[in-house]
């Protein structure tokens, strides 16, 4: 999605899922930003640094910018509901589709619908069971 992610993810034992998700967003936030900086064909850089350097100045935990916002959605699938599971992962791979970036949830090029629907995506997946 242009704006925003989704993703199902699970941790590992010994591992915090909240840990995991604030170290993916402060990773992220850093190469998206600098890969924004570097950029100097992006008609946008400087309009986009100035949002993200203004969100950081309104967010005392964050030293210069702020790209992800604060608050995330998580909903626990697994194991105690696996239709709840199966109903949010098809709203995942349904999401580009109700947005209108793509006929079929597999023509979306960053979705594990294409895996679902036996193509590779870009990443490694695990099926949900």
């Known amino acids: 999605m242009s704006n925003h992610?989704?993703?199902i993810a699970a941790a590992q034992e010994g591992f915090v899922l909240q840990d995991i998700v604030r170290d993916m967003k402060k990773?992220?936030?850093?190469?998206?930003?600098?890969?924004i900086a570097e950029?100097?064909?992006?008609?946008?850089?400087e309009w986009m640094l100035s949002m993200f350097s203004n969100a950081g100045k309104q967010n005392s935990n964050n030293e210069h910018f702020q790209f992800w916002q604060q608050d995330n959605q998580p909903k626990e699938l697994l194991p105690?509901?696996?239709a709840f599971g199966k109903q949010k992962l098809e709203y995942i791979h349904n999401n580009p589709v109700a947005a209108g970036l793509v006929d079929k949830?597999?023509?979306?090029?960053?979705?594990?619908?294409?895996?679902?629907?036996?193509?590779?995506?870009l990443l490694d997946i695990e099926f949900l069971t």
């Open 5 to 7: 992610v989704h993703f």
């Open 27 to 35: 990773f992220t936030s850093k190469k998206i930003v600098a890969a």
């Open 39 to 45: 950029n100097t064909q992006e008609s946008r850089r």
């Open 80 to 82: 105690y509901n696996a």
């Open 105 to 121: 949830p597999e023509d979306y090029l960053y979705s594990s619908a294409r895996d679902y629907a036996g193509l590779k995506g």
